[in-house]
C-alpha cells in the first residue's frame, strides 16, 4: 500500500506542476481544475507539435480529443436525454460508423484502419430495437445503447435525438459508433510444455460474426494435443436469437455442442433457448486433491416470458426450464456420494418481479470510456421436480438483489437461497446460502489522476450436505483472496475484498494505465460459526494496462503475499495475466436453476 501511496502523491504533485504552469493573468484560484488542465494540455500540443521529435513524443503519449480520464465524475441517467421527445414518433435513423482510430493518427494507426473491416450499417441496424414509426421510449433507447456497446466488436456507442425541423411530431436518431479492433490471438504455456495458440476475430469481415481456432501441443515431448474451433452468430437475422458452436479436442479436453438463445431484453420480452454438449474433460476432486477423467452429454431447455405493468413500472415473469445429465465416464457413485455425477433429469420454474435502469459512468471497469451500468432490483421464487438415479426430490429456491446508485457511491446487494426436499422424509438437504455486497466510490480527485475504492463481501454456508464433488467449497478467484495459493475446503465461506484503484492520466500509444491496491480477508471452514474457521489475509499492488480501442483483453501484472494465524502462508506472489471485460451485475431474469455451491 506505500507504493500505491507513493504514486498518488507523485500524481497529486504532477497535477499541481500542471496548473501552476498553465495558470495565467486571468486564471483564478476558484477556476474548475479540469480547465486549468484543459489549458496546460492545449498549450503543451500547442508547443510540441512545431517540431517533429516533440511532436512524436506528444502523440505517443496523449491521444487526441479523449482526455475523458481528467473528467469530472458523472453518474448520468440515460434516459432523461430522451425524455423531452417521449411519445414522438422515430423519423430516420442515420448510423455513424466510425473506425478503430482516429483518422489522421500515426502511421501504425492509419494502416490498421485500412485493413479493418469496419462493422457493416445492417449488422448495427439488426441490434437496434426500433424503426422508423416507432414511438420514442426514453428508457428503450438507454437499454439499446448499453446493448450496442455490449458487443465485443463495439468499443463506443451513443444514441442522439434531433427533432425534425420540417415535422414537430418527429424526431431523428444518429446511431454513432466506434469499432474496436478485434483480430487477436492468445498464448497459453506452461511449465509441463503444455501449449496452446488460439487465433480469432471477433467482428469477422464487420459481420459480427466471431470465429476462432486454437491449436495445442507439447513442445516436451513432442506431441500433438488437438485443434479446437468456435464460431459465434449474433443476432441471428435480426431475430435476437445467438448461436455459438463448438467442436475439437484439448489434450484431455474434447467438445461438440451448440447454443442458440435468446435473452430478456426489454420489460415486455421472452427468452428462449436450447443447449446441447458432448464433451470429456479432467474434473478436479476437491475432496481428494485430485483429477479424474469424465465425459458426458447434456441437454439444456429453457424459455420465459415477462409483462411491463405501468401502473407499477414493473415487470412479472415467468421462467422454466428442463435439463438432463448422462454420464458415460464418472468417479464412484452412490445415493448420498456425488451426487453432481448421478445422471438425472430436472424442471425448474420460476416466477419474480424485476426492475432496471441504466446510467452512464467512467473509469469503473474500464479506463475512461462511457460504461453502462445498472440499477434495479429482482426477487424470483423457483421451485421445481429432480428425477435422480437413486432418488427423487423436491427443489425449492428464492432470489433477491437490489441495487442503485447514491450520493456515496454505488451499492448492490443481494442473496440466494435453496434447498432440495426430500418427498418421502420431508428432509431439507444439500441446502445452500449465497449473500452479496458491492460497493464503489466515487471518483476521488487526486490532481490529473481519479481513485476510486471498491468494496466486496461475500458469504457462502451449506447444511446437510452430501459427500464427493461439489459438496464443499473452497476460495475461488472472484471469491477468495487475491493472492492466497493453498487448497482450502470448508461448508462456509466468508470472503471481504478491498481494492484501490489509481486512474493515471498516463497514455502511452493509447494503452491507459491503472495502479491498485488490495486488502483481503477470509474465513474457511466446517464450523457452523464461521468466526471459529481458519483466518486468511492477503496484500499485495498490481497494475492495469487496456487500450479501450482493442478488443485484446485488459493485461494485469500483480504482487502479493498471504497471511495467516501462524503466519506467512503459501502465495503467488508474482501473476501475470489477461483480464476480459468484467460483467457488470445485472437484474434481468435467467433461466431458473438451483442454487450453485462453489
Not at 481519479?450 to 464427493?468: A, E, H, P, V
Not at 493472492?483 to 471481504?496: F, W, Y
Request: aromatic residues 16%.
Amino acid at each position: 500500500m506505500l507504493l500505491l501511496f507513493l504514486l498518488t502523491r507523485l500524481c497529486v504533485a504532477a497535477g499541481r506542476d500542471a496548473s501552476l504552469s498553465a495558470a495565467g493573468p486571468g486564471d483564478t484560484i476558484g477556476a474548475p481544475p479540469s480547465e486549468r488542465v484543459t489549458r496546460f494540455y492545449d498549450s503543451l500540443e500547442s508547443k510540441s507539435t512545431r517540431r517533429t521529435v516533440p511532436r512524436l513524443i506528444y502523440r505517443s503519449i496523449f491521444i487526441r480529443g479523449r482526455r475523458d480520464t481528467l473528467g469530472r465524475d458523472r453518474v448520468v441517467d440515460e434516459s432523461k436525454r430522451f425524455e423531452p421527445y417521449a411519445g414522438k414518433r422515430i423519423g430516420r435513423i442515420i448510423l455513424e460508423r466510425g473506425n478503430v482510430f482516429d483518422p489522421d493518427g500515426n502511421k501504425l494507426e492509419r494502416f490498421g484502419n485500412r485493413i479493418h473491416a469496419v462493422t457493416r450499417e445492417r449488422t448495427i441496424r439488426r441490434d437496434l430495437f426500433f424503426k422508423p414509426g416507432d414511438p420514442l421510449d426514453p428508457d428503450e433507447l438507454a437499454k439499446n445503447q448499453q446493448f450496442l456497446r455490449s458487443r465485443s466488436y463495439i468499443a463506443e456507442a451513443r444514441i442522439e435525438a434531433v427533432p425534425d425541423p420540417s415535422d414537430s411530431t418527429l424526431v431523428d436518431l444518429v446511431v454513432q459508433t466506434r469499432d474496436s479492433w478485434t483480430i487477436s490471438a492468445d498464448l497459453s504455456l506452461n511449465i509441463n510444455g503444455r501449449t496452446g495458440v488460439e487465433l480469432y476475430d471477433a467482428n469477422l469481415l464487420g459481420y459480427g460474426n466471431r470465429l476462432s481456432v486454437g491449436t495445442n501441443f507439447d513442445w516436451k515431448n513432442g506431441t500433438y494435443g488437438g485443434n479446437r474451433f468456435e464460431y459465434g452468430i449474433p443476432n441471428i437475422l435480426g431475430t435476437f436469437f445467438d448461436a455459438e458452436f463448438i467442436v475439437g479436442r484439448r489434450f484431455e479436453y474434447s467438445d461438440l455442442g451448440f447454443t442458440v438463445k435468446k435473452k430478456f431484453l426489454l420489460p415486455t420480452d421472452y427468452e428462449l433457448g436450447i443447449s446441447y454438449q458432448d464433451k470429456a474433460e479432467p474434473y478436479y476432486m476437491l475432496f481428494q486433491d485430485s483429477t479424474m477423467r469424465t465425459a458426458g452429454r447434456f441437454l439444456d431447455v429453457w424459455g420465459g416470458r415477462s409483462r411491463y405493468i405501468r401502473p407499477f413500472r414493473n415487470s412479472i415473469y415467468f421462467t422454466g426450464r428442463y435439463s438432463r445429465w448422462t454420464y458415460d465416464i464418472r468417479p464412484e457413485v452412490r445415493p448420498d456420494y456425488n451426487p453432481v455425477f448421478h445422471n438425472s433429469q430436472r424442471v425448474l420454474a420460476g416466477i419474480g418481479i424485476y426492475r432496471e435502469k441504466f446510467y452512464s459512468a467512467t473509469m469503473v471497469y474500464g479506463f475512461g470510456l462511457k460504461e453502462y451500468l445498472a440499477a434495479g432490483y429482482k426477487a424470483e421464487l423457483t421451485g421445481g421436480y429432480i428425477w435422480g438415479e437413486f432418488s427423487h426430490d423436491w427443489y425449492l429456491g428464492m432470489h433477491f438483489s437490489k441495487g442503485g446508485f447514491f450520493n456515496a457511491g454505488y451499492l448492490m446487494g443481494g442473496f440466494t437461497l435453496g434447498s432440495y426436499i426430500s418427498p418421502s422424509s420431508g428432509m431439507w438437504y444439500r441446502s445452500g446460502v449465497d449473500f452479496e455486497l458491492r460497493y464503489f466510490t466515487p471518483l476521488l480527485v487526486s490532481g490529473r489522476s481519479r481513485i476510486r475504492q471498491f468494496i466486496n463481501l461475500s458469504y457462502t454456508q451449506g447444511w446437510n450436505r452430501d459427500t464427493g464433488c461439489d459438496e464443499l467449497i473452497e476460495f475461488t478467484e472472484d471469491r477468495g483472496p487475491n493472492a492466497l495459493d493453498e487448497k482450502i475446503v470448508g461448508l462456509n465461506r466468508a470472503v471481504l475484498n478491498t481494492e484501490t484503484v489509481l486512474f493515471t492520466p498516463w497514455q502511452p500509444y493509447g494503452f491507459k494505465i491503472a495502479f491498485y491496491g488490495f486488502a483481503d480477508f477470509a474465513l474457511l471452514g466446517r464450523e457452523s460459526n464461521i468466526f471459529r474457521n481458519d483466518f486468511f489475509n492477503t496484500i499485495g499492488l498490481g497494475v492495469r494496462i487496456k487500450n479501450e480501442r482493442l478488443v485484446f483483453n485488459t493485461i494485469q501484472i500483480r504482487f502479493g503475499v498471504a497471511l495467516g494465524k501462524g503466519g506467512f502462508r503459501k502465495a503467488e506472489y508474482f501473476n501475470i495475466s489477461n483480464q476480459r471485460r468484467p460483467e457488470q451485475y445485472r437484474y434481468l431474469p435467467e433461466a431458473p436453476e438451483v442454487v450453485p455451491f462453489r
